[in-house]
């Protein structure tokens, strides 16, 4: 059972309300699976596959990174029967042993995923809660003298909560997107890993949780009046619109994880069946998630969170199905389609970080460096390395912005830049100055509050290098276009440019060595 943290001046349920998600509820969900379970089962497929030197190496390194991770820190276990698991893969795949190294490989790697995604929303919420019991002490000793300091007090309170639920979104949307990825191999494998589902930390996303919650909602009933009125008025089966014909496929989908001996693999085997459900089990959860309200996990990787992602999902579903894209007009079996999309899935991940790399590295990061970076965002964290180039990049935008600014201001119509500009282009170039000036500067105290949540930085510390970096880009930024105008336009532009991103160098080093000073070191 959740307990929440004690406070004297508001709860942690008000903090969530007002926060828009309750982080301590998101964690604790993410705290019931159960890695060391996984583990165990990844053990025993290890053992009784036959041993592949690529997958053994993968296996090694998934090992290393599920024991750095793990550490049992609450009571909660969900035992997987490893033995009757492994003898029914392995009787299925009998003529394929190798595949049960592969199936090995996918639950370690998803053992140490799940271990780093509870290690670190475990790690946030300890944050958290240190940080509001210390605003909670503040209330009691300064508004006693000075009451409207409370206000004050409450949003700060609200906003870390807001922060550390973003992050825990981005942990656990993180996982679940790693999760998917190692279901839809196992499958592909040969197993349908439904032993997980009670350990996995991602509660209701069983085929049976998906089926009952589409039931529930009462969206099942609608569907099936929907498909009886379709069938009176289309005797011939032909006339269906695009929500009868969804209803009706939604219907087949519970009836396979429901009563699989009259679903879509009614004359397959157990397997088949087994199969059937949990892909059927996928398509209602998109169902629910898309239709689903309130805050919901994101994806560091592909961009938006769960819903846009389900949303993405049931549209490609249902183009795959229709034959309505240009790669593929052939009519696929739902089954097929879903089965495809989530192998694009897996690879349009792969190929995103991938990509990720490519770019730090043409920017001078490291092999090493730029795969650490793409790890970190795979899940859910942002590395030290990326926060410093972020900044970096600010200090950029900074000075780029107060130049383009500046440059609107004092450059006439006509041939500026060997460009031909026009009033308009000139106003554009002003706008944009301005936008990437708030941008700089609003990047800069998110990248600097984020460090000093996580303890690299003190809240003076961090306060007195943005001051120092911002007021540095503006001053020397200024200097530069002022020393840069007897050279017209383009001397502005270039010595404002050079001048404002030195000054935020200079600035926040300048304020790192001062605080050094007055701190002692």
Not at 14 to 34: K, Y
Not at 280 to 307: C, H, I, Q, T, Y
Request: net charge negative.
């Amino acid at each position: 059972m959740l307990t929440y943290p004690q406070f004297e001046h508001f709860t942690a349920q008000e903090l969530a309300g007002q926060a828009g998600g309750d982080p301590w509820q998101m964690n604790a969900e993410l705290q019931t699976g159960d890695p060391a379970s996984i583990n165990s089962l990844a053990d025993a497929f290890h053992q009784a596959g036959a041993r592949v030197k690529d997958a053994d190496d993968q296996f090694t390194a998934a090992k290393k990174q599920f024991e750095d991770s793990y550490s049992r820190n609450n009571g909660t276990q969900h035992p997987i029967n490893d033995g009757a698991e492994v003898q029914k893969v392995s009787a299925a795949l009998a003529k394929h042993p190798e595949e049960l190294t592969k199936i090995a490989v996918d639950l370690e790697q998803t053992a140490a995923a799940l271990a780093m995604a509870q290690r670190e929303s475990a790690e946030m919420i300890d944050a958290l809660d240190e940080h509001l019991h210390a605003v909670d002490e503040e209330i009691s000793t300064e508004c006693s003298d000075a009451p409207w300091l409370m206000v004050g007090f409450h949003n700060e309170a609200v906003e870390v909560t807001k922060t550390a639920l973003d992050h825990i979104e981005n942990i656990q949307g993180a996982y679940a997107d790693q999760l998917r990825g190692a279901e839809t191999a196992m499958i592909a494998s040969g197993y349908v890993p439904d032993g997980l589902d009670a350990g996995d930390g991602i509660p209701g996303d069983s085929p049976q949780d998906s089926a009952s919650k589409y039931d529930t909602s009462g969206q099942r009933a609608k569907d099936q009046a929907l498909v009886d009125k379709a069938k009176r008025e289309h005797a011939n089966g032909l006339g269906w619109d695009l929500d009868e014909t969804e209803a009706q496929r939604r219907l087949a989908d519970y009836a396979s994880v429901t009563d699989p001996s009259n679903g879509a693999a009614k004359w397959g085997d157990a397997h088949a069946k087994d199969e059937a459900a949990r892909l059927a089990g996928e398509r209602l959860a998109d169902f629910n998630m898309a239709n689903s309200v309130g805050p919901v996990g994101k994806d560091p990787v592909l961009g938006g969170d769960m819903r846009d992602r389900a949303n993405r999902r049931l549209l490609l579903q249902r183009q795959l199905e229709d034959a309505q894209l240009d790669w593929s007009q052939i009519p696929m079996h739902a089954d097929d389609a879903t089965r495809r999309m989530d192998q694009l899935e897996v690879q349009d991940r792969a190929a995103a970080l991938t990509r990720l790399q490519e770019q730090l590295q043409a920017n001078g990061v490291s092999p090493e460096g730029a795969a650490k970076v793409a790890d970190g965002i795979a899940h859910g964290v942002i590395p030290q390395e990326f926060l410093d180039e972020t900044k970096r990049t600010g200090k950029n935008m900074e000075g780029m912005g107060e130049i383009l600014k500046r440059f609107s201001e004092e450059a006439p119509p006509g041939n500026a830049l060997g460009i031909t500009l026009s009033d308009g282009d000139i106003e554009s170039l002003g706008k944009v100055g301005k936008t990437l000036g708030r941008a700089s500067s609003a990047l800069e105290i998110g990248m600097t509050l984020y460090e000093v949540a996580n303890g690299d930085k003190t809240l003076v510390q961090g306060t007195m290098d943005v001051g120092a970096s911002m007021g540095g880009a503006w001053a020397l930024g200024q200097a530069g276009v002022f020393l840069g105008a007897p050279a017209g336009p383009v001397g502005s532009f270039v010595l404002g440019s050079v001048g404002a991103i030195a000054g935020g160098v200079a600035g926040e080093k300048g304020a790192d060595a001062l605080y050094k000073y007055l701190a002692g070191e």
